[in-house]
């Protein structure tokens, strides 16, 4: 589990010039599942690239664990990006699509067995292994991406807006296999969305986005409600 931080965070794009990110500041604690919530264009999937490390910010800073991963190279931050396209190898099987991460870490093929078996697991997907995607449902899919990062073990789970191309029964299906994965991993987590009702249902803390800068970052009232805090 890891706490990340970001300061200052601004982001202006060359070409065109835009700015995107204007002076983000959050921390998101351990094991926490933060939503960025806001309009499409406000700056969302810009954080989350920024944090993954995919993008370098103009200014500003990003820390997990206290420590700053500004000049550390995205494969070493150990914050995996879970993008909405999926792509899934279509060639290879569920377990070979979510070993593939580990076979180029060059791990041996019992610990690579073991890591993609807890995996499935974590997505509710055991016995599922030896299919391929196009054997598999969207939201099954969608797991099958989610095992992928979570394979590696990162630190920080990164999801955009993981659940935006399903119909709303796989949807409810993967908000509850991400809520478990969250009380069961611990895995601190950042989701974009642009949905309120998925926000509500998934977030421990709701951080409302607009042009590019946080305008309220509040507890989800229906977590603190469950876990019986009075309001
Ligand atoms: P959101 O995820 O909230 O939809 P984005 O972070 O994708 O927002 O985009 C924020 C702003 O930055 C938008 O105005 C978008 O057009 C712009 N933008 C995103 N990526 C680039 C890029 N590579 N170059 C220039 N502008 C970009």
Not at 100 to 109: H, M, Q, S, V
Not at 141 to 154: C, E, F, M, T
Not at 190 to 204: I, K, P, Q, R
Request: proline letters at 5%; a negative charge; charged letters at 25%.
């Amino acid at each position: 589990m890891a706490t990340l931080t970001l300061t200052d965070l601004v982001m202006t794009y060359d070409e065109p010039t835009t700015d995107a990110v204007r002076g983000v500041s959050v921390t998101v604690d351990h094991g926490e599942l933060l939503v960025l919530l806001g309009p499409s264009g406000c700056g969302k999937t810009t954080v989350l690239r920024l944090i993954a490390g995919l993008e370098h910010p103009t200014s500003g800073d990003i820390t997990i664990d206290g420590e700053s991963v500004i000049r550390v190279a995205p494969e070493k931050r150990h914050a995996v990006l879970v993008a909405q396209q999926h792509a899934l190898f279509p060639f290879r099987t569920v377990n070979e699509n979510i070993a593939y991460g580990l076979r180029i870490r060059k791990l041996d093929r019992r610990e690579q067995a073991n890591r993609t078996a807890e995996a499935l697991r974590l997505v509710q997907l055991d016995g599922y292994g030896d299919r391929y995607p196009n054997e598999l449902s969207g939201g099954q899919q969608q797991r099958v991406a989610l095992a992928r990062a979570l394979v590696v073990q990162p630190r920080i789970l990164l999801l955009d807006e993981p659940l935006s191309s399903l119909d709303p029964e796989l949807r409810g299906e993967l908000q509850h296999v991400v809520s478990a994965l969250q009380s069961e991993a611990g895995i601190t987590t950042v989701m974009v969305t642009h949905d309120h009702d998925e926000a509500a249902a998934m977030a421990d803390r709701i951080a409302v986005m607009s042009e590019g800068r946080l305008v309220s970052v509040e507890p989800n009232k229906r977590t603190t409600a469950t876990a019986g805090i009075p309001q």
